[in-house]
């Protein structure tokens, strides 16, 4: 993979041009960022509510636990599963989006945490374990099948 200096995203609906650098490369060239972008706000996969580029990105810096799990799964995406480690990462990534300072470690306690807070409707909380493993399963074909295939020299 070539080493990205700067990520620029467009923004639908107002097509304006939003750059994610923030000043840290290290992830970009370290790690997979089609996962993170097909989970975040790809056009094909449906986005976490509320969940944009920025806060994704913020807690991807926050939390670099999740670039060996996004490298790992973007080479063998067959791993990812209910038990895995992988998923327990995923979840956590997942809860420190919607959450910073929440000390859950499973998206049902997290769920079921914001849902019983009664302040929150339920687009705006986290997705339950299933509907992430899903997203997860969606975002891993489009980002380690079909945009690699379309980064790759024919």
Not at 27 to 43: A, E, F, K, N
Not at 80 to 104: G, P, Q
């Amino acid at each position: 993979m070539f080493p990205i200096r700067e990520l620029a995203a467009l923004q639908g609906g107002r097509y304006q041009l939003q750059l994610l650098h923030y000043g840290s490369t290290t992830v970009l060239q370290d790690g997979d960022t089609r996962t993170i972008l097909t989970s975040t706000w790809c056009d094909t996969t449906s986005a976490f509510f509320g969940i944009g580029k920025r806060t994704a990105w913020t807690t991807w810096e926050a939390f670099p636990q999740i670039t060996d799990t996004l490298i790992v799964l973007m080479a063998h995406p067959a791993e990812l599963n209910i038990d895995s480690i992988h998923m327990e990462v995923l979840e956590r990534f997942t809860i420190l989006m919607y959450a910073k300072t929440s000390n859950a470690s499973h998206v049902n306690v997290a769920h079921q945490e914001h849902f019983s807070q009664g302040t929150q409707t339920l687009e705006t909380i986290p997705p339950t374990q299933q509907a992430l493993l899903q997203h997860a399963f969606h975002a891993l074909y489009q980002a380690s099948h079909i945009w690699k295939q379309c980064l790759e020299l024919k």
